[in-house]
């Protein structure tokens, strides 16, 4: 059973990595429920999918809060007697999920998808302690969990020095390889008048604040003004498309930047076919699986250095890797390889990366992480047990949240004070003395 604060109709990471991994593991022959949040615009028929109440864009963003009723999801639990649970967030219906975890005697396994450090502006009063306290609370979360899911190596080493539970394995988001090789992208060219021949940069995501769009804004305009053959192709929707738009306009070359804004499905798989190149400027991922879904269509991808990202891109194999946020530097390594024949040796380079996260691959290396943390955590369901037994186990789920947030709570303290302690405190290797 997974738990995921993010599900379709939301285009994201998250939403379409447990996707994927569902509609995998159910052609495998296993069955999967998925608890979301309630959301407009849902598929009407989801007979596998468990749907609670929601706040819809909570404060202006493209999330929801969930809001579960504990008694219906406690139905559903012990009418589908899960093996395991997996928790895709560590908050809101992460919580339930560790709650559920507790109260059945079942293991829980996590998957870190998301840096939240770097969406607390979605919160109000953000600041450098609320961005410390999402690194508490996802850190401590694992703690509660049986076995922890890393997309990637960097943030598995990430994790570990942040002292995150050890039991973690990297398992990248998978992407159906087979299906973005096929595509079409000369109707999107027709349809946005880039004439045949042109070279096109594209980029695809969600439009928002984190993703550095801002500057790669800046590095695409650039790119455009110096050669006038060049177009660019952005896909998605968000605030951050003003200040793309802005960027255009400054450098004179407006009418050269496209917007689709958001695809799904082949639509959008077409969009990728009708680009020459990809690029990618942010620091918050913790993969970035549309630069596989990139080279699974072929194309080399032009990024900056950042978790999740270095161990895709690779320079002079797939693309270009930049060390930096150099909106110049950016701009010349789009420009080099907006040439077809600069492009050419890197076009193998990025399918055979891509093959690697076929999303058959990782979801036999999830399954194999759900086994370990069979093995160590259960299965052994308590949903047959009398009443005062089963409260007992609700009453201990409820502690362990309370000790849980305790733990967050004792984190960030203890990290303020080593940010603030004063400089004659002593350190931890020193001799006590007196105050000054």
């Known amino acids: 059973m997974m738990f995921t604060n993010t599900y379709q109709p939301i285009v994201g990471g998250v939403s379409e990595s447990v996707l994927r991994l569902t509609r995998r593991l159910q052609a495998q022959g296993h069955r999967v429920r998925v608890v979301a949040p309630r959301l407009a615009g849902q598929p009407a028929a989801e007979p596998d999918v468990v749907r609670v109440a929601a706040v819809q864009h909570f404060n202006g963003s493209d999330f929801s809060l969930p809001v579960p009723i504990p008694g219906r999801l406690h139905e559903e639990i012990e009418a589908f007697e899960p093996d395991i649970l997996h928790s895709h967030h560590p908050f809101l219906l992460g919580d339930t999920a560790a709650r559920a975890a507790e109260t059945y005697g079942l293991p829980l396994v996590f998957t870190h998808h998301t840096l939240y450090e770097h969406y607390t502006h979605y919160v109000p009063g953000d600041s450098p302690r609320m961005q410390r306290f999402a690194i508490a609370l996802a850190t401590q979360y694992t703690r509660l969990c049986d076995e922890v899911i890393a997309p990637s190596e960097s943030i598995r080493d990430l994790l570990l020095e942040r002292g995150a539970n050890p039991h973690l394995s990297v398992v990248p988001s998978g992407v159906n390889t087979a299906r973005f090789a096929r595509g079409q992208g ?6 946005l008048g880039i004439p045949e021949g042109a070279p096109v940069i594209g980029h695809l995501g969600r439009l928002a604040r984190e993703k550095n769009l801002d500057f790669l804004g800046e590095a695409l305009a650039l790119a455009l003004a110096r050669e006038p053959r060049l ?12 200040g793309l738009a802005a960027s255009a306009e400054r450098q004179g070359v407006a009418a050269r930047l496209h917007f689709t804004g958001r695809l799904q499905g082949q639509e959008l798989i077409d969009a990728y076919h009708a680009m020459d190149l990809f690029a990618f400027a942010s620091h918050s991922e913790t ?24 161990e895709v891109v690779v320079s002079g194999h797939n693309g270009q890797l930049l060390a930096e946020d150099d909106a110049e530097a950016m701009a010349t390594a789009l ?33 194999a992480v759900y086994r370990r943390a069979i093995v160590r955590g259960g299965p052994f369901t308590r949903a047959d047990e009398n009443g005062w037994q089963w409260m007992r186990h609700r009453l201990g789920a ?30 931890e290797d020193e001799d006590k003395v007196e105050p000054k």
């Open 398 to 427: 409820e502690w362990l949240m309370l000790r849980h947030r305790g733990r967050v709570l004792g984190q960030l303290v203890q990290t303020e004070w080593d940010r603030e302690r004063p400089a004659w405190w002593p350190g």
């Open 231 to 242: 177009h660019g192709l952005v896909v998605g929707e968000g605030e951050a498309r003003h």
């Open 287 to 310: 993969q970035g699986m549309v630069l596989v879904e990139a080279m699974a269509t072929g194309l080399p991808v032009v990024a900056v250095d950042a978790p999740g990202v270095r």
């Open 335 to 367: 420009l080099a390889l907006s040439e077809a024949a600069a492009r050419r040796p890197l076009r193998e380079g990025a399918l055979t990366t891509a093959a690697a996260y076929d999303e058959a691959r990782c979801a036999e290396r999830c399954l």
């Open 186 to 191: 000369e109707a999107w060219r027709r349809r």
